[in-house]
């Protein structure tokens, strides 16, 4: 009878560092990079009034954190950003271990829809240009989708007003706009954000 090295499938418990499992060069990382040093979360913070009374508050850095890196790879659903926040490595590094229930996950998302937008100004999402470091990236831009400014600005205004008539309900937008912060992150993780700098 032949014979097998032996496996173990129950309890192992290794050492893990949290700070070690955002790796330089993922969506993780420049998620975190570009939520705690370039985002200016006060108008999230001026919510809460809990400083001398009150119980303590889920920190709006780590819950936008969550919520945009679970978007990133499709979970939508407040139960299930809450359990990987209770199981997966990453969800655990990125939130500090502070395992945010579902319902704290929902109310967050949902109070997102008046204070989204002033993160789209802050140039995450929008019709800024991201230039790192002075570099410039190719692209693979048709002519169709090229012109001068005035080209371009126009059509930006049509497509906005566009938008506008299709979002117009307040979950959608802050859903949508959630995923077009994702994508840009995305994007800005790729072209190495935040190790440029020295991070």
């Known amino acids: 009878m032949p014979r097998y090295k032996p496996s173990d499938c129950h309890a192992l418990m290794l050492p893990v560092v949290l700070s070690e499992q955002i790796v330089p060069g993922s969506f993780a990382f420049a998620l975190s990079y570009l939520v705690d040093q370039e985002l200016d979360l006060s108008a999230l913070d001026s919510r809460f009034k809990n400083d001398i009374t009150g119980a303590s508050a889920y920190d709006p850095r780590v819950m936008l954190k969550i919520v945009l890196l679970a978007y990133s790879q499709g979970l939508i659903s407040s139960r299930s950003i809450a359990s990987v926040c209770a199981r997966n490595v990453q969800f655990i590094a990125i939130s ?22 002033p993160l789209f100004a802050q140039g995450l999402i929008g019709r800024e240009m991201f230039a790192i470091d002075r570099v410039k990236l190719p692209s693979n831009a ?10 371009l600005s126009h059509r930006a205004e049509r497509l906005d007003k566009a938008a506008d008539k299709i979002l117009a309900q307040a979950k959608v937008r802050t ?10 992150i995305e994007k800005l993780s790729k072209a190495g954000i935040g190790q440029a700098r020295g991070q």
Not at 142 to 147: A, T
Not at 179 to 184: D, E, G, I, K, R
Request: charged fraction near 20%.
């Open 175 to 184: 859903q949508w706009s959630l995923y077009c912060m994702v994508h840009n």
């Open 142 to 151: 048709s002519k169709e989708r090229s012109g001068t400014h005035e080209e």
């Open 96 to 117: 500090g271990d502070s395992q945010p229930s579902h319902a704290h996950i929902a109310k967050f998302v949902v109070s997102l829809s008046d204070q989204i937008q």
